[in-house]
């Protein structure tokens, strides 16, 4: 085991508001107040769907809140479904979690190589500039670049490629960055920054650091 694979967003960087809080807040808009836990689960399952990008939206797939009503039980009228479909959801502002430079750093001094897997846009690359840790980064692996996305098993398999060793994936959401690293025969671990899959018992951590721990755990029973 010589490399970590790791997520971008609500991993190592979190984009205010989360794509699910927006998704939570334009229910609300219409008279949908639904627990902000359900939104995330339902679209994680929806996420968790889709393996291909769509042409539009440059990394990532189209999503459909007709599926997400679906999921939440929720039947609206075909007007306000497609008023929500025409909205951008997605977050211009971002920060880096106090965590990500201690986490970066510590693995690169422990020999790891690190590679970026990400389901992105090609604004990816601004984004690791702007908070700069692109130089923590022997790789960065995104959707946007392959036409293809977590939890895809392909997606991982570049990044192994990349990094040309197996390794340890960390991510946020259970239905991509878990299921697909173990679809390519990745260990994975889920941070669970927000305390969402409680059912999860196996390689789940709360934040960067205990994500550190378990990899060093590995590294001395490797």
């Known amino acids: 085991m010589k490399a970590i694979f790791v997520d971008l967003g609500e991993t190592l960087v979190h984009f205010k508001p989360r794509y699910h809080e927006n998704i939570a807040y334009a229910l609300k808009e ?5 627990d902000e836990k359900r939104v995330f689960k339902a679209v994680a399952k929806i996420l968790g769907k889709h393996h291909y990008p769509s042409p539009e939206y440059g990394g990532l797939s189209a999503f459909d809140f007709k599926e997400l ?3 939440l039980n929720i039947y ?31 693995v690169k001094e422990l020999g790891f190589k690190v590679v970026l897997v990400s389901n992105a846009t090609r604004n990816i690359y601004k984004i690791i500039e702007d908070l700069g840790i692109k130089k923590y980064f022997d790789g960065i692996v995104a ?4 036409n293809i996305m977590k939890p895809h098993p392909k997606i991982f398999s ?10 340890i994936h960390i991510g946020d959401i259970y239905e991509i960055d878990v299921i697909g690293a173990k679809r390519a025969g990745l260990e994975a671990i ?15 951590v709360n934040n960067l650091l205990e994500a550190l721990e378990l990899v060093k755990e590995r590294l001395k029973n490797s």
């Not at 219409?30 to 639904?34: D, L």
């Not at 929500?84 to 880096?96: T, V």
């Not at 959707?143 to 392959?146: F, K, N, P």
């Not at 570049?158 to 390794?167: C, L, N, P, T, V």
């Open 76 to 106: 609206p009228d075909q007007e306000s479904i497609s008023r929500l479909n025409s909205r951008n959801l997605l977050s211009g502002e971002y920060e880096l979690y106090d965590d990500s430079i201690t986490f970066l750093e510590e």
């Open 158 to 167: 570049y990044a192994m490629e990349i990094a040309k060793s197996d390794g």
């Open 190 to 204: 889920l941070l669970d920054r927000l305390g969402f899959y409680p059912e999860i018992k196996e390689n789940r």
């Open 30 to 34: 219409i008279g949908y107040n639904v």
């Open 69 to 71: 009503f679906y999921e």
């Open 143 to 146: 959707s946007c670049d392959l």
